[in-house]
């Protein structure tokens, strides 16, 4: 891994030209409680002022519980969308999401414009 850690945690983060936060975890990386705080206060400090919605690309990347904890916390994400591959990766997405619910409205996905029309549509923001 590298020292950089956005180098090391994040193959990239960034607002895209919607509005949306999109992380994307970097392949084989286990979330622990520091990655999940700093990953937490890179997304805020990218926000500034702004609450935006977000995509995490990699959802089937394996958190331990005080990442999970973290994440449960408040930030300046408005709603967040998890774009997995498979049925498997929804499967670990919605019991991660039963155990330690998100302060934001969280949904699975396996279609990323399926994704980007729930993230972007006001009548279901909550």
């Known amino acids: 891994m590298s020292s950089d850690p956005i180098l090391g945690y994040f193959e990239s983060l960034h607002v895209d030209a919607l509005g949306i936060v999109r992380l994307q975890w970097v392949s084989g990386l286990r ?30 990347t394996p958190t331990n519980r005080e990442a999970r904890a973290v994440f449960g916390r408040e930030c300046s994400v408005t709603r967040i969308a998890m774009l997995g591959r498979s049925l498997v990766d929804r499967t670990i997405a919605n019991f991660s999401l039963f155990v330690n619910p998100p302060a934001a409205p969280t949904r699975f996905f396996t279609d990323e414009a399926a994704a980007v029309d729930w993230l972007l549509d006001d009548r279901a923001r909550g």
């Open 31 to 60: 979330i622990t409680g520091e990655i999940a705080e700093y990953a937490i206060r890179a997304v805020d400090e990218l926000n500034g002022d702004h609450r935006r919605p977000m995509m995490i690309v990699g959802s089937e």
